[in-house]
């Protein structure tokens, strides 16, 4: 697909917010390449310079935006244009130097970060980044980085903090595949660096689960319990709803249609990228109506937080904690429900699998469930609110 701007060139302000996948014109054969990534996660945007050298078409990288501006990416055109009429190769030229680690960081994170469902990634990824890896490797090249810098890095963290050395690990190579990609390296130092890294002992942890035979008792005390009310009313909603905590926290009324009881989680706030109704039981559509009654400050959360803020992550597990709950965790809810359908339901598989949005694996189940088995759901969702609330 060849789209062109209106202009006959293109403007910085263009090229920082185009959105749409295409291939863009300037001069000097110069080309803005937007790119949607294969699971839609976000865009990525490059140089590309279309010129004839010695009489044959060449399709040139000249990098990747933002770490490449409009104006560099011009001068860089005109310099190659000059070279080819000359008689030269522009290829031949020595390559521009790579970018610090930290620059290379940047780059990824202003590609990433517009397709984030919440500012707080963002916030996560510098912090750690600041705290445990630019110290050691932001200002080397990305290019000279090695697999013992990576053992660097990660050895501090490995056993004492091993849910963030796991996480700086993915970040980490976040970085160096688009370094990769943009011709600065051709490996990933931190494909292999776990092989000489220490086992962790024990099993991943999971989620603590409430025993569902307690999520009764628990939301009556819940209910009197004195704790903020939307925090109160958005516990029980994401209990009865099975939902996770993200999608309750910044749940926004127009995704609910109160004719039809149902709630439209869209595709950017799901774990799976993709759209999900819930059916509401009648029990979690007194919950909105009541939320409806909650101080806004002009917010659109439905659920809103101090000063009509969106709820902090924390903020349900807070509440549980202030109930007494010292292990359980809002996100077990799930847990709790799921064992309840498996020992208290005659619910098919498929049905309770689509009910927690995760994908039916099993190929003949899936050739059955080809719609998203609302109906089935609402019954299902309905029985699990009498259990909760007889």
Known sequence: MWNRPLAKQLTAAFVRTVNTPGKYHDEHGLILRVVLSERKRWISKSWVQRLVVHGRRRDLGLGAYPLVGLADARECALDNRRIARSGGDPRARPAAAAPTFEEAFEAVLSVKAPAWKSPTS????????????????????????????????????????????????QRMSSVFQWAIAEGHRSDDPTANVTSVLP????EEKHHEAMPYVQVGAF???????????????????????????????LMTWDEVDMDA??????????????????PLAERAVAILDEARGLPRHGSRWVFPGTGGAELSQMALLRTMRRLGEAKATPHGMRSAFRDWCGEQSDAPHAVIETALAH????????????????????????????????
């Open 219 to 249: 939301l009556v005390s819940l209910r009197e319990a004195a704790v903020p009310l939307p925090r109160q009313l958005a516990l029980e909603f994401l209990t009865l709803t099975a939902a996770r905590t993200s999608e309750v926290r």
């Open 359 to 390: 994908v039916v694996r099993n190929k003949t189940e899936a050739a059955y469930a080809r719609s998203d088995l609302f109906e089935h759901r609402r019954v299902l969702m309905e029985q699990w609110a009498a259990y909760l609330c007889p």
């Open 199 to 202: 086992r962790h002992k024990g």
């Open 122 to 169: 963002q916030i996560s990824w510098r912090q750690t980044m600041r705290l445990y890896v630019f110290p050691h490797i932001g200002s080397r090249g990305v290019d000279t980085l090695t697999t013992s810098d990576m053992l660097l890095v990660l050895t501090p963290l490995w056993n004492d903090k091993p849910p963030t050395a796991k996480r700086m690990l």
């Open 261 to 278: 009881r149902a709630w439209t989680v869209p595709a950017a706030r799901m774990k799976m990228i993709r759209e999900h109704r819930v």
